[in-house]
């Protein structure tokens, strides 16, 4: 009996799954499907050319020799990449793409040369004196990759930063759009990109700018009549940096000259970087030609980092500085401090001052006190829903699974817990707490609290769990 596509690609994933970090695999190998399989041909589906790029670039070995592990020495392998998801027939619109480098050679073969040029004629393309510029790239040399934590959070946008920064407008992905909230390091992986750039091709033109000092040296150029030297300069670089494009809305005239300047440096093989608060399409009084630029290469958000990647953070900062503080306080800044990675470092400097001026050691009591102006919930009474949202975070869980009907195991033993720590922490009644959690009855409670009892003297590993959930608590 015949083995299908999918039969063949899940016995592939098997193998690779050893092979290779379990993250890396989440992030490159679980959005693959299995296409189809015709002889010893695998195509399989990938999300984006980027994908289809970086697993070309990082793992073609392993997916080759798995490939032919499957289905022989003859076997081979075919991309179906997803180009674009807005289709109005409702299906995405695909292309194919051989592996192992095939489609290089196409590429090679998409113009004729003529068999001789006359060396006299200029090329008007050229600006004379290009080569020529010393530009200061404005980037800060602390903002570098080795500075910036890699976690669930910033996964693609720091993967598709490297490949930008090891092949600048050479990829799929120009320009590079990187959106968040505030302080989740938006400017610090842009300029990373900028800094690694310039580290190993000194000879590129990088630069950083605001899009607010943008907008200030276009009108300045307007007062001075320097406008065609102003264009020409952003259209000198090789790499554009554009810090919170959002700021252009509103600006007709400073969005029209970015325009001309974006499109001179794209067709040109030019790479531009872009950081926003938002994603392009929920971008409000931007030109709709220069939002759809924007969304010519990779648009990668930013998320909040997780509690791991908090503390990792932090633990950066205290080795950069040559700082040791205790655990429990390490976990307190980074468990009650995480929305802004901003915050979080101006919590640890803070933390930090103290320590170096006053020459004393830093306890719990003692960042408790300090850091009440960056904490909200210092002195505030511990909230059922403050231990849901804990507990949840701590078992992996989605809040509003809490609260539902269902009887997964995972979601029974979250939602029980909750109801322990609010009996325990709360003032509530059984009857309150039980209609918090989705609406129960308070003999509901009364058996979750029993139940967790009993497993506690029970079971050491889910002893061990409540012990570590009440720890963080006692720290809030």
Known sequence: MEKTCTEVWKNCLQIIKDNIPNQSFKTWFEPISALKLEGKVLTIQVPSLFFYEWLEEHYVGLLRKTVKKQLGDEGRLEYNIVVDKSSNSGSPYTT?????????EAKMQS?????????????PFIIPGLKKLNVDPQLNPNYTFENYIEGDCNRLARSAGYAVAAKPGGTSFNPLMIYGGVGLGKTH???????????????????????????????DSLKNNTINDFVNFYQAMDVIIMDDVHNFAGKEKTQDIFFHIF?????????????SDKAPKDLAGLEERLLSRFKWGLSADLQVPDLEVRIAILKKKMY???????SDVVEYVAHNIDNNVRELEG??????????????????ALAKQMLKNFIKNTSKEISMEYIQKLVCEYFEVPVDMVKSQTRKREIVQARQISMYLSKSHTKSSLKTIGAFF?????????????????????????????????KKLKMS
């Open 111 to 123: 113009m004729p040369i003529p068999v001789s040029i006359n060396k006299d004629i200029k090329n």
């Open 438 to 470: 989705g609406g129960r009855d308070h003999s509901t409670v009364i058996y979750a609290c029993q139940t967790v009892e009993d497993l506690i003297e029970t079971d050491k590993k889910f002893k061990a769990y409540v012990n570590d959930i009440q």
């Open 263 to 275: 499109n001179h440096l794209h067709q040109s093989g030019k790479q531009v970087i872009l950081t």
């Open 320 to 326: 950069a500085d040559g700082i040791e503080l205790p």
């Open 96 to 104: 194919n793409m051989p592996s192992n480098g095939n489609g290089a």
């Open 189 to 219: 992986l842009a300029q990373a990109i900028g800094n690694e750039i310039k580290r190993s091709m000194p000879d590129k033109l990088v630069i950083y700018v605001s899009c607010e000092k943008f907008c200030q040296q276009f009108v």
């Open 347 to 364: 919590a640890m400097v803070s933390l930090l001052a103290q320590s170096t001026l006053n020459k004393k050691d830093i306890d719990l």
